[in-house]
């Protein structure tokens, strides 16, 4: 018998999931935020997952709120199960009781381990050696649900959360299809998360600033953990600059300091990290020494405090 599916997901780290689904079930249904006003025009953007929903030839809804999920859903017949990825909108008690079995999401964390809407970036900016994916069953609280399956991954020195987010985004859709069978059939039990979690709020503006006077280790994952997108930001002459690629370097420098060798150097509080790339603002993404060649500053350095 073939398992009937909503499929709920927004940006493009969900689409490998809803591909590898459409491999096992029926998705009958896609359901995502609503289109947004984009660039200069304003002209509305349909999300990455309702794009790709179209070419599957799969129907779309796209509620406003919250409180229109449930309808959404009720609206397109039975479904056995629904299926969350980086959704975006809470999942309220009448909705996560439509389908037979619940919703499963796909969470980019070891839970307990970054519960929230940033777990990726949140783990890289605490140095996380390790990232993984979790198969949970979803409930009433924030990734609190019960844990069905989850694999985990070593973190390169060199990768950016964005070069993570996609491999976990893969290896969350393998793990998905792996378990969704089985579970539906009973064959395996979700178990209650252990205590210990830790939180990973949505990035705000005021999490982005570097404090050159961290150690270097912390500067570079806060580096990491933002790129490519938001960016980790230093302000120079008075403007946030953002720095999108980093790493270690050795010597010691004052905390903030720009000198240029062979690279371009910045102090830090225990040494000195290399900068490769940076954004000016209102400018386009560039390398380093390119930009650094068009300071006029003799002593040219960033604020120290966030």
Request: with cysteine.
């Amino acid at each position: 018998m073939t398992v009937r599916v909503a499929f709920l997901g927004t940006p493009d780290l969900a689409i490998p999931a809803l591909d590898a689904l459409t491999d096992v079930a029926e998705v009958a249904l896609v359901v995502t935020q609503p289109d947004r006003p984009a660039g200069r025009s304003l002209t509305p953007v349909p999300p990455p997952v309702k794009q790709r929903a179209v070419e599957l030839g799969i129907p779309v809804a796209q509620p406003d709120r919250s409180v229109e999920v449930a309808a959404a859903l009720s609206a397109h017949g039975r479904f056995d199960a629904a299926v969350l990825v980086a959704y975006g909108m809470l999942i309220r008690p009448e909705a996560l009781a439509v389908p037979a079995r619940g919703f499963l999401n796909i969470h980019f964390s070891i839970l307990p381990r970054w519960r929230g809407a940033a777990p990726v970036q949140r783990a890289l900016m605490a140095g996380d050696s390790r990232v993984g994916v979790s198969v949970m069953v979803l409930d009433e609280g924030l990734d609190t649900g019960p844990v069905i399956a989850t694999t985990s991954t070593a973190v390169g020195q060199m990768e950016t959360a964005g070069s993570v987010g996609w491999r976990l985004a893969t290896a969350g859709a393998h793990l998905m299809t792996s378990v969704l069978e089985p579970f539906l059939a009973g064959r395996v039990v979700a178990t209650p998360q252990p205590a210990g979690a830790t939180t990973a709020p949505k990035i705000t503006p005021g999490d982005r600033p570097i404090d050159w006077r961290w150690p270097t280790w912390r500067c570079l994952a806060h580096v990491r953990g933002l790129a490519p997108k938001p960016g980790a930001t230093a302000v120079y002459s008075g403007e946030p600059h953002k720095i999108l690629a980093a790493v270690p370097a050795g010597g010691t420098a004052i905390a903030g300091s720009i000198a240029a060798d062979d690279g371009v150097y910045v102090g830090t509080g225990d040494g000195r990290i290399e900068i490769l790339r940076i954004q000016p603002p209102g400018r386009a993404e560039m390398d380093a020494a390119a930009w650094y060649r068009g300071l006029r500053s003799a002593e040219p350095g960033f604020e120290t405090s966030r």
